[in-house]
């Protein structure tokens, strides 16, 4: 190769590399230095030695946290959410994704235009308010796993994938050994759509463990919130966690203790999806993909 | 009668799919069309007694009320300079990173670096909160640490209305940065590699080859996108900025969903923050019609 070029090449590759790179720190920074700082010791927390690496070691902060009835509470409570919804929420979805992914389905056309209506207008947030508190799911164990039932954008996804990679002629064949629509579904159309299914799973059990605006809304009831809501209180809030006394001795230990154990909480609240998330990244992936062929 | 016969075929033909069906339809019906049936109480004077349909009518009263409110143009204000900021650094970001995640020319390197930069979107936005409240605290947060050890003096951020613009921009751009380009690498992926080869053969630089073929190859998708975050233009998410909002940087952060949420549920004035709602709607209806016959005109491509 011409040596002009090939310099030219090289200097592209490094300036883009660097580009990366730095995009790469910037997006890493500030996770290390919550999970450093929260494993610190506190004083150095406070007086701003922690940097980038943890200085110190101490696991205070996580104890406090697990001996805190609302936060031990809050995670109960979205693990139930985010469990039940998400099972709810797929099922129902793979069920009407497979229905339109269906072309003789009759009325397809209107069925779709009465879904997709409603990624574009909506009654907003104080009438759906009113609708709900009418209907009596106001402040209930079920109510923020029966709002948000489906996602629109997720049954296009659905239908996109089910109409898209499975092949018509095995339907055919089904239906001509004499199965049902609900037995092509469940034994055929299901076991081939597990790609589809990591999706939604993947997309509503996040939607679910990091939403807190219908649980703001809706719930009253303290043992009903989610972790969400008592994050908000202590991390955004700044209110004071409510431990029991022998967690921590003193009013000043508590005060010092303040900064690592939010840090320590930022940690036990995001941990379950940055360690699945690795795991999982190509399915979400997968899933911005299906969706932008067809929006 | 043949068409009825052929309806009823229909809808023999179809049953079990209809089933499938009643979930998800009968979840819109009540949590979708249920309340947009009921903004009808932006007209009228809604009292919980009589429901939707039969609360006395008043006309444009809430409007008019609205736009003769002393909060009329500072929520408008807020929340156009809010979303234009947004639109203009955090759209552009994404596409870059995208272009040069394309160029990256060692495989393990560019998977890294995707990793990285998709990983925030997984945090909720109530830790991103509470981490920017910890980081940007004058005391102990880690920006006014960085700040006084190249001689600053600490800022107490929170705590000044200027910087709440600054800090809602940069933290959206941490989120979601790497999410959203996401979208762009699919439709770098879909350039047709013989142009690329057509170009290096004429003797274009990767650099040209950026310019004068990845990036009109994802001119549509970019303006598919341009064209809805138009459409949402007035509709700012509601979650952040009412995590942000303190009572020193209102004067900035009341935007027009906070506003609502207050106003109409905490308040109770329904039928006010109702047609506040519509009045929302109407613009963003109206902004996404403008800019997509735009766009139709200009580059032919377009949402409808």
Redesign the interface.
Known sequence: MNKKVYR??KL??GI??V???I??????Y??I??VSASISDPTA??S?K??LWPVGFNIKGYKAILKSKWITTGYRNSLFYTVAGTAINV???L??G???S?K????RKL?TL??MF?M?????????????NK?GLYNKWYTLI?????S?YN?IITRSFMSGSIPLELQEAARIDGC???QI?GRLILPLSKPVIAILCLYYG?GH?????NAL?YLKDKNLQPL?IF??E???Q?EAVNMSSDALDTMIERAMMA?TM??S??VV??LP??II??FL?KF??KG??IG?VK? | MQKQNKFLRGIRHSWQLYVLLIPALAYLLIFHYAPLYGIQIAFRDYNPGLGFTKSPFVGLKHFAYFMRSPQFVTLIRNTIILNVLRLAFCFPIPIFLALALNEASNARFQKLVQNLTYAPHFISTVVLCGMIVSFTSPTTGIINTFIQAFGGKPIDFMGQEGWFRPIYILSDMWKDTGWSSIIYLAALAGTDPSLHEAAQIDGASRFQRILYINIPGIASTIIILLIMEFGKMMSLGFEKVYLLQNSLNLPVSEVISTYVYKTGLLGAKFSYTTAIDVFNSVINCTLLLIVNKISSKVSETSLF
């Open positions: 030219s090449e592209f590759n883009v590399n580009i990366l790179g995009c790469g720190l910037l997006a890493l500030p996770l230095f919550v927390v406070n701003g922690v940097v099922s129902a979805t069920m009407a497979y229905a339109l269906r003789d389905l009759y009325g069925i009465f879904m409603t574009w207008f909506s009654g907003g947030i104080i009438t759906t308010y009113l609708v709900v209907i029966v709002m948000g039932l489906i629109v049954v049902s629509d609900f579904f996040l463990w990091n939403s807190y605006f809304i969400q994050l908000r202590i991390l955004v700044n900064q939010k840090y909480l930022i609240a995001s999806m940055l998330y690795p990244q979400f992936v911005v993909m932008s929006g």
